[in-house]
């Protein structure tokens, strides 16, 4: 299978680089830097290459080689024999090689007759992009099977439901320059781009990415800048897009240095989902850039357990190794994650890859997404299936974003059974029932209907 032509949009281009070498010369002397207990895996490094990360203190996760894994590496050659181990581990190669149109998925996948169907209906909001990597891990037989359900279109897309709109949130609306949200007093969601290395069905700003409206250009980003340097209630500033990793390395840091010199601003956050998508993005170079701009969090999209692959495991392990803060926001999809126990595979992989579950989004309500949403009653079940039955750590808070941009409101299962007298009473994960001393008095009046 030869290589696909590169992307024409401009967020592509700006990635132009060369790849770092992936050879040592001959004759390097090698030393053991860590091995994993109960595993075969042992890394060797370069003696200096060794020292140096150390004193990065990016050990062990950093390393010299990105391997593939097996999955990987069987995929590459069967679809793209000629290219080297080397090539698939770069980024930019993936980028330039992703999966965009119907005869190059076809030499893949096996579709259906309806996914055939929504690659040749022109007038979908959302764009077909997926990373020969994420597509090493999609089933070519199984249309049902959640990743791919994730990344390929149906006709279902082009069927309206009720209450579904194309700005369900209400971003337009709270939009004071282009590529800026500011709903909440104190922090704002700056898009940095509208281009993803690869495209979810049921993105909630399908509306936007893939058409460059929202281009990474200067003078956009300035003016979103610029209104954050004037408004100095804003403490936080939320990166995404888009996806911001979708920068090259140096306009990203260009636009974190900028923001960093606003005196006010003393949070940032990128959200991203290459990890997930593209985990040859998260390089060594990239974490040392990162790292210059702390307090700097990350809020990672894992949606299903199957991409908690080892290269996933390995760009998870670089950002933490750089001290940034892992969270990751997942949607609840129907036939995705939609049980107690796909969830359960999840939050472990995640906190193992030091990634902190924080948000269970119940699926906005976009324009061709019915078929992804499921009852809010789902949700709730999932997180009482999670709490008090495994670590609170891996336990999401599960929120519904309110249509008309009302913002997060978190739900959770009724533990409150109700009182008897000065007693509360309490449900617990088992569904015993518990007595709390809590005696009512004018500092804890009773609630209304209760004596």
Known sequence: MTSFDADSCSACRIEEEEPPSSEEPPGTTFQLVASWPGTRRRRLLPIGAAKRERDLCLTPS??????????????????????????????????????????QVERVLILTSDEREAFRRHGA??????????????????????????????????????????????????????????????RVLLLATDF???YCRYCTRSRVVGHGV????????????DYIRRRRSIRDVLISGGDPLALSDERLEWLLARLRQIPHVELLRIGTKMPAVLPQRITPELCRMLRKYHPLWMSLHFTH?????????????????????????TVLLRGINDDVETMRQLVHKLVVMRVRPYYLYQCDPISGSAHFRTPVAKGLEIIEGLRGHTTGYCV????????????????????????????????????????????????????????
């Open 62 to 103: 950093r390393q010299a080689h990105r391997r593939s894994s097996q999955q990987s590496r069987a995929f590459r050659r069967l679809y793209f024999p000629g290219v080297s181990e080397a090539q698939w581990n770069s980024w930019q190669w993936q980028l330039q090689n992703r999966f965009r149109s119907l005869a």
């Open 125 to 186: 909001m959302l764009p077909v992009s997926i990373t020969p990597y994420y597509m090493s891990l999609i089933s070519p037989v199984d249309p049902n099977q959640p990743l791919r359900r994730s990344v390929i279109p149906t006709t279902c897309e082009f069927q309206r439901g009720c209450g579904e709109a194309d700005d369900p949130l209400g971003e337009d609306h709270d939009s004071p320059v282009p590529g800026l949200v500011h709903r909440y007093p104190d």
């Open 396 to 451: 999401p808070t599960f929120v519904i974003d309110a249509p008309g941009g009302g913002g997060k409101i978190p739900l959770q299962p009724d533990y409150v059974v109700g009182r008897d007298g000065d007693d509360l009473l309490l449900r617990n994960f088992r569904g015993d029932v518990f007595r709390y001393p809590d005696p009512i008095s004018s500092d804890n009046p009773a609630p209304v209907g209760e004596t």
């Open 305 to 329: 357990p199957d991409e908690c692959t080892p290269e996933a495991a390995q760009a998870c392990a670089r950002l933490a190794d750089a001290g940034i803060p892992l969270g990751s926001q």
């Open 214 to 225: 929202l281009s990474p250009t200067g003078q956009r980003l300035e003016r979103a800048i």
């Open 196 to 198: 993803c290395s690869s």
